[in-house]
Every structure is written in C-alpha cells, then in structure tokens.
C-alpha cells in the first residue's frame, strides 16, 4: 500500500507562485493515475487535475489550466503542482490521490489513497 505525504503550501499573494509536493512511499507498483484535488472554505472537495504515473498525460479543469502544472518524478516519487498567478479563489486546503485506475479519472471516489492536506491561502 502506498502512502502519501505532502509538504508546501502556505500564505501568498495574488500573482505569486507556489509548489506543493507529495511524496510516495510503500508499494507504488499498481498507480494508475495521481491527481490533485482542493476544499475551499465552507466548499465541498474539488478536483484539480491529474497526471497518469505511467505516461504523464495531464488534465486539469478550466480554472486552472493555464496556471497549473502538475508533473511527477517516478524515480523520486514525488508529485508536484506547481501554482502560478494564484488568486484568492484557489484559496483551499489541497490534497493529493493516489488511484490504482486507467484511464484516469476526475471522481474522488476512484482515488483511494490520499494526503494529510496542505493549506494554501492567497490574499488579495
């Protein structure tokens, strides 16, 4: 079983930059797909994108497209998201997943290992 630990996050500007990290241990074998997902204040958990472990194809929802990037380091295990002109709406607590599934998926339901969660708060 693998098991995820994740660092970064904090307290930012709107227009600053930001890289969260979750790095793997345990069993990796049987990944399918990582993905990112976030809690806004009073929100229900949302997906943010995700990366297939094998391939590396992303996919991410139209808010953050253009200033998310998610990318991953099979041989340090380590998934990254990098956060680029953040805003005070990606204000959350982010949390990454881990799924056994192909092809990936954007349902919580199907990630089956998950981070302890970072908090991100972007100031206007």
């Known amino acids: 079983q693998v098991q995820l630990s994740q660092s970064g996050g904090g307290s930012v500007q709107t227009g600053d930059s930001l890289l969260l990290s979750c790095g793997l241990s345990?069993?990796?074998?049987?990944?399918?797909?990582m993905a990112w997902f976030r809690q806004a204040p009073g929100k229900e958990r949302e997906f943010v994108g995700y990366i297939s472990w094998g391939a590396a194809t992303t996919y991410y929802i139209d808010s953050v497209k253009t200033r998310f990037t998610i990318s991953r380091d099979v041989a340090m295990k380590t998934l990254y998201l990098q956060m680029n002109m953040v805003k005070p709406e990606d204000t959350g607590v982010y949390y990454c997943a881990a799924s056994p599934k192909w092809p990936p998926t954007v349902w919580e339901s199907d990630y089956d290992v998950w981070g302890q969660g970072a908090q991100v708060t972007v100031s206007s």
């Open positions: 345990g069993r990796t074998r049987g990944i399918g797909a």
